[in-house]
Nanobody, 121 residues
Framework: QVQLVESGGGLVQPGGSLTLSCTAS????????MGWYRQAPGKQREMVAV???????SVADSVKGRFTMSRDAAKNTVALQMNSLKSEDTAVYFC???????????????WGQGTQVTVSS
């Protein structure tokens, strides 16, 4: 199996910063996409930022210029640096990875348990 472990959530004031980290472990042959989604109360889960194995990054318009994602492929880790946080960034943030466990098995999507980010004064 594959486990995604997130860290770094918490409470921050508007305008503040937080960094989320996620590490994938377990039976991993290769990781294709890896990144972050979020889900606010009463809303659907939405993509925040995703990076492919080739380094191509997709970032939601709502966080462009404020959030930066990085990936350490050797360590199966991604980080999300969140600056200039707004109240509307409050959500549970989920780490995501599309993982191929063996050469013969098709890739599957895996999710972390989520970490709460609350932006409030």
């Amino acid at each position: 199996q594959v486990q995604l472990v997130e860290s770094g959530g918490g409470l921050v004031q508007p305008g503040g910063s937080l960094t989320l980290s996620c590490t994938a472990s377990g039976r991993i042959f290769s990781i294709y996409d890896m990144g972050w989604y979020r889900q606010a109360p009463g809303k659907q889960r939405e993509m925040v930022a995703v990076i492919t194995s080739t380094g191509s990054t997709s970032v939601a318009d709502s966080v462009k210029g404020r959030f930066t994602m990085s990936r350490d492929a050797a360590k199966n880790t991604v980080a999300l640096q969140m600056n200039s946080l707004k109240s509307e960034d409050t959500a549970v943030y989920f780490c995501y990875a599309r993982v191929k466990q063996t050469l013969r098995i098709s890739a599957s999507d895996y999710w972390g348990q989520g970490t709460q980010v609350t932006v409030s004064s």
